[in-house]
């Protein structure tokens, strides 16, 4: 069973990774890991810290000569910044009364997690629940995307749209530009709300997203997006935003319908609803399905020429009974925005004196959401070779080629 562990503050020495049972003999391109991790780091609304950080991987065990060797792999990521922390992140030096933090965010781990842990320093938490914890994540989901690539399977994300801008502008280019959507000739292509029906595998759409600081789609609504998210920096605010991701060319038959915890939209609920400030999860039409009839909402199924078999709608997105069906997997999630503002806007209390106080302010990101796609992609890239690797098995590259192939053929 593929899996995976993280560790690390986001002001100490840096991430450690751990992937296990991973294939041997799978090709590495280090170049495609440290793109995708600055990929992360970019994005209109970052905050001061991306200018400290250049993340890079370094494989401590498991590659060898640019090939996996089946040990686990593990791998360090640099914080630089740790540099300007080493005092207040020492773990023998201990930690001065004036320093310590008491009052929580509201929205943030730190209420909950400082008394959980019985911490009296919300720093503790703080430190781990952060979101630098993604860079992790994005390597792991990179690497699993080296792999998946050899059986044809790609994965495209996209910001729909950032505290509600973007929304109206969509609207009106899929009206005016059908051709840019995958499900043709669908009623409920038509509903402004149908987002997960934008095709990220077309070319225009892909070179937008590609040239988009905001990893938008379209990129005529982009300046009135940033222009939003500058006006939210200057209040002292944080904003959240609509992703969307697709996966291509998965076979038909990953996940299982016969347990619960065997279903694939199971797996990628969970995978997407664990990244930091991602609060809720939809596959294909998601939430509109419980307004469609059964007649409009269900993918009728056709044979093509060549003996497959093909969908002209996908609102099932790409998933029917905890299973892929071949088609394009579409999951669209909500970010909210980060919980750390730079105006004291937010009531709290200290937890020690149980005085009213204001949230403290600190360093921050105005607005992460196209970060926060980069991540999405990347835990459904995980997801996706969980089960691939559950359907194919095998210990090394070359068996489970044989696996595929065999499957494929029949
Ligand atoms: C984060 C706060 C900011 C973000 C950080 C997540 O960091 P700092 O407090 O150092 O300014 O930039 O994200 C990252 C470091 C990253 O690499 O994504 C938070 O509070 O969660």
Redesign the pocket.
């Known amino acids: 069973m593929l899996r995976f562990l993280t560790a690390g503050e ?2 100490g020495k840096g991430l450690v990774t751990i992937i296990d049972n991973f294939p041997a003999g799978v090709k590495i391109d280090e170049d495609f890991i440290n793109e995708k991790l600055k990929l ?2 970019s994005g209109y609304g ?5 200018k ?2 250049t ?1 890079k991987i370094e494989f401590l065990s498991g590659v060898r000569g640019e090939f996996t060797t089946g040990s686990p792999i593990s791998f360090f990521i640099k ?1 630089k ?1 740790y540099e300007n922390w080493r005092d207040r992140m020492d773990p023998y030096k201990s930690v001065p009364e004036e320093s310590k933090i008491h009052t929580p965010r509201p929205g ?1 781990a730190d209420f909950a997690g400082s008394i959980k842990f019985g911490l009296d320093d919300i720093r503790n938490v ?1 430190e781990r ?4 914890e ?2 992790s994540r994005v390597a792991v989901g990179a690497i699993c995307q080296i792999f998946l690539k050899n059986f044809g399977i790609e994965f495209a994300s996209a910001v729909l749209s950032i505290g509600g801008v973007g929304v109206e502008a969509a609207e009106k280019n899929k009206l005016k530009g059908q051709e840019l959507n995958r499900a043709k000739g669908s009623e409920f292509n038509s509903d402004p709300f149908a987002f997960n029906l934008i095709d990220l595998f077309d070319e225009v759409i892909s070179r937008n997203i590609k040239n988009s600081e905001l990893r938008m789609p379209y990129l005529e609504i982009e300046e009135r997006t940033k222009v939003y998210i500058d006006k939210m920096k200057a209040e002292g605010d944080t904003v959240g935003g609509l992703i969307t991701a697709q996966i291509k060319g998965v076979p038909v038959g990953l996940g299982s319908f016969t347990q619960w915890d065997e279903k694939l939209d199971a797996h990628i609920a969970m995978s997407v609803m664990s990244i ?1 400030a991602i609060k809720s999860v939809e596959i294909g039409a998601g939430v509109k399905s419980a307004y469609l009839k059964g007649s409009e909402c269900h993918d009728s199924i056709y044979c093509s020429g060549s003996g497959g078999f093909y969908r002209k709608t996908d609102n099932a997105g790409g998933i029917e009974g905890g299973m892929s069906n071949g088609e394009i997997i579409s999951v669209t999630c909500a970010m909210k925005p ?1 919980p ?1 503002l730079m105006k004291p806007y937010l009531d709290t209390v200290d937890l020690n004196t149980c005085k009213a106080k204001k949230a403290f302010l ?4 105005v607005c ?1 959401v196209p ?1 926060a796609s980069i991540v999405v992609e990347s835990t459904l890239a995980f997801s996706i070779c969980y089960f691939f690797l559950k359907k194919f098995g095998g210990d090394c590259f070359a068996e489970i080629k044989r696996n595929y192939d065999g499957y494929c053929k029949k």
């Open positions: 986001s002001h992360r780091q970052r905050g001061a810290r991306q400290i950080e993340d914080n910044d943030h703080l629940s952060s979101a630098r993604t860079a930091q980060i750390t600190e360093r921050s990101d992460a970060a």
